[in-house]
């Protein structure tokens, strides 16, 4: 795929050492203070351990309205169950997609004892008009996603989007989400080509890649530049590298977060906790 003006990266990020859920170690990449400069995305962590008590508490149950969760696996088994009666196991490779709408109480909890643990969370955002929509759940595992290799031997899965002819497992048509695992060979180069509008970043998990003359060491983020001018993303590898490419088009809304609820407006926050405290959120009389 050709990309004749490349974008340029605009700043690294270093994630933030945290945990979550029942003490759950993780890193959080993409934070609440880069919401608006990443919207439609909303947070990135990545966890990955070979020590059981980093993890294996999980997430037990815990609301969420207002948008999607997307949970990719690089390793280990995660068991998801969520109040709209939905339940499944994702395993090595796998993604766990959410649309939390207008509410689900949903818990997810490793299912292994010893062993590695690895892999990312995403939330992306829902338009208003999608907010207090029914919710929605899809297990896709490893064997089900879509994957290319390039005439260079890089090798992708396609999450959601399209690239080099072929579409994700996934398509949104207001956030127009690309999530793609690009596993780059020594000496390669890949690019994919981008909506001008669309905010854009990667996140290298493994080795180092170089976008123009800026290196991307491992657990780092690169936010891409806006520019109208250009066209997509160059990447190379001078050795193996494997990083995750994310983008969407911004919903360009009024963003407002408590927790595990994402609305426009505080009086939908306020709703959501009166709604949870009550017992019927995810029930449409909530809404």
């Known amino acids: 795929m050709t990309v004749q003006n490349p974008r340029v990266i605009e700043r690294l990020v270093a994630g933030q050492a945290t945990s979550d859920g029942a003490g759950v170690k993780l890193t959080r990449v993409l934070t609440q203070n880069l919401q608006h400069r990443l919207d439609p995305y909303l947070m990135l962590d990545a966890f990955g351990s070979d020590n059981p008590d980093d993890y294996i508490a999980g997430f037990p149950e815990h609301p969420h309205r207002g948008f999607e969760t997307v949970s990719y696996m690089l390793s280990g088994r ?51 008009s999608e907010k207090m929509g029914t919710p929605w759940y899809r297990d896709i595992q490893a064997t089900d996603l879509p994957k290319v290799t390039t005439e260079q031997g890089v090798q992708l899965t396609v999450i959601a989007g399209q690239s080099h002819g072929t579409a994700g497992a996934v398509q949104r048509e207001k956030t127009q989400p690309l999530y793609l695992d690009v596993h780059m060979p020594a000496g390669s180069t890949f690019s994919q080509p981008l909506q001008a509008t669309h ?11 170089q976008v123009g003359d800026k290196a991307v060491p491992a657990q780092r983020m690169a936010i891409f530049r806006n520019d109208a001018a250009s066209d997509g993303v160059t990447i190379t590898a001078s050795a193996d590298a ?21 609305m426009n407006s505080q009086q939908e926050i306020y709703q959501a906790l009166s709604d949870f405290r009550d017992g019927v959120l995810g029930e449409p009389s909530a809404a």
């Open 242 to 262: 494997k990083f995750l490419l994310i983008a969407g088009k911004p919903l360009k809304e009024p963003i407002v977060q408590y927790g595990p609820f994402v």
């Open 199 to 209: 905010n854009a970043f990667i996140y290298v998990y493994r080795g180092e890649v």
């Open 78 to 128: 995660m068991r998801h169950r969520d109040s709209a009666g939905h339940e499944g196991l994702v395993t090595d490779g796998g993604v766990q997609w959410m649309t939390a709408a207008l509410g689900v109480i949903h818990s997810e909890i490793p299912q292994q004892t010893e062993g590695r643990m690895e892999g990312f969370q995403l939330w992306l955002n829902l338009h208003s």
